[in-house]
C-alpha cells in the first residue's frame, strides 16, 4: 500500500503542476492573441482538461458500452457544476460579465436541457422504445456544438465587455503554447496514475467497487478541471475558470456524447430523473444569481447552495448502491 499511496502523491503533485503550467500558458497565450481568457478557457483549456473524459467515453462507445460514456459525462458534469464552482465561489467572488450573462450560461442551460429532454424523452414522453441518443442525434449534437463555438469566437471579436485582455508582455508565443501543451499532458498523466493508484489504496482498503466508480473514478477525471479552475480563481483569473467549467460541461454534454453517439448509440436508461434533477437545478442556481442589472457574480451564498446540493446528491447515490 505504501507504494501505491507514493504514487498517489505523484500523481497529484504532477496534476498541480500540470495545473500551474496550463494557467499560466493560456493566459500568456490570451495576452499575446489579444483575446479574453474566458475565451481561452472555454475553448483550449476546456478541451484539454476534458480529455480524460473524451477518452473514457468514445473508447466505451467503441466497445459497445455506451451506458459508460453516459455516466462518465453526467457524473463528470455535475462535479464540475457543483462542486468546481461551487469550491471557486467560496474562494473568491465569481464576476460574469454581460456577455457571459446574455449568451454563455444561457447557452450552457439551453444544452443541458435539450440533452435531458431528448435523452430522456421515453420516459417523459413515451417517445421511442428507450431513452437513447441516437446517430442523427449525435450528428445534430455535433453540428450545435460546432454553431456555438463559431458563435462564440464571432460574438467575442465583437464584446468589448469581456474580460479585457492584460498589455502584451515580452513573453514568447511558442513558450505559451509549449507551457500549455506541458500543462495538459501533465494533468491527463497525473490524473491517470493518481487514478489507478486510488483504486489500488480503495481496493486494498476494502471499499466496494461501487462506491469506488462513484467517489475515485468521478473526482479521478474531474480532477483537470478542478485544479485549473481552483489555481485559476486563486490567481484572480476567475474568467479564465469560468470558462473551464461551462466549456468542460459544455464539451462533455454535445462533443463527448455526440461523437460517442455517432459511435454507437447512446443508452440512457441508467441515467436517473435524479440525476438529470441535480444538474439542472445547478443550471438554475447559476443562472438565479446573475439575473437582474448591474455587476453580476457568483458568491459565497451560492458556492455553499452548490456544495450542499453535491453533497445531497452523494448521500442519495450512497443510500441507493
Known sequence: MFQSILVLIAGLALILLGAEAMVKGASGIARKLGISEFIIGLTIVAIGTSAPEMVVSVVGA???????????????????????????????PVYVTATNKKFDIPWYAAFTLAIFLVGKAHTLFGIGSEDILSR???????????????LTFRKSGKASEQ??????????LWVYILMLLAGIGALIFGGRIFVDSAVDVAHMAGLSDKFIAITVLALGTSLPEF?????????????????NVLGSNIFNLMLVLGTSAVISPVHMNNITLIDFGVLLLGAVVLLYNIIGRGPKKLDWKGGMIFVALYAGYMIYLFKNL
Open 62 to 92: 467503441a466497445e459497445g458500452n455506451s451506458d459508460v460514456s453516459a455516466g462518465n459525462v453526467m457524473g463528470s458534469n455535475i462535479f464540475n457544476a457543483l462542486i468546481i464552482l461551487g469550491v471557486m465561489a467560496l474562494l473568491k
Open 136 to 150: 442523427p442525434m449525435g450528428i445534430i449534437m455535433l453540428a450545435a456544438f460546432s454553431g456555438y463555438i463559431w
Open 227 to 243: 485544479a485549473t479552475s481552483v489555481l485559476a480563481t486563486i490567481q484572480g483569473k476567475s474568467q479564465l475558470a469560468l470558462g
Open 163 to 172: 474580460d479585457s485582455p492584460a498589455p502584451a508582455d515580452n513573453g514568447k
